[in-house]
């Protein structure tokens, strides 16, 4: 998949070592969920950095915001940042909250796939 923002790109990385790239934070989330790659088989998620355009962080460093007036190409309005701070703020700004990773995926389950 070709990214389109480059705010919002991530990868699922398997053990044999296929990437399988997305265009947003809930594309990842609902690929997970629908198990296309079974958990077992999973080497590492990785998404973007908001402030970090283009550069893949694990998923355990990200601290997700979904925010209504900040706009994901996917439509979910799902960010992604490494410091607390920044995304507090944009939280804030763009009248948000943050989420866990879990979280975000109840949220993507409850949105698109019911």
Known sequence: MTIIDEHYGSELLTKKGKTYKFDSIECLAGFVLKE???PEKIHGLYVTDF???G???PLDELIFVQAKKLKSPMGLNLSAFRKQE???NV???YFGEIIT???TL???ENSWLK
Do not use: G, P
Request: glycine residues 0%; proline residues 0%.
């Open 36 to 38: 296309e790659v079974v």
């Open 51 to 53: 402030e970090d355009a």
């Open 55 to 57: 550069n893949l962080y």
């Open 86 to 88: 920044t995304a507090s």
């Open 91 to 93: 939280a804030k700004l």
């Open 101 to 103: 990773w879990e979280q």
């Open 106 to 108: 109840n949220f993507v």
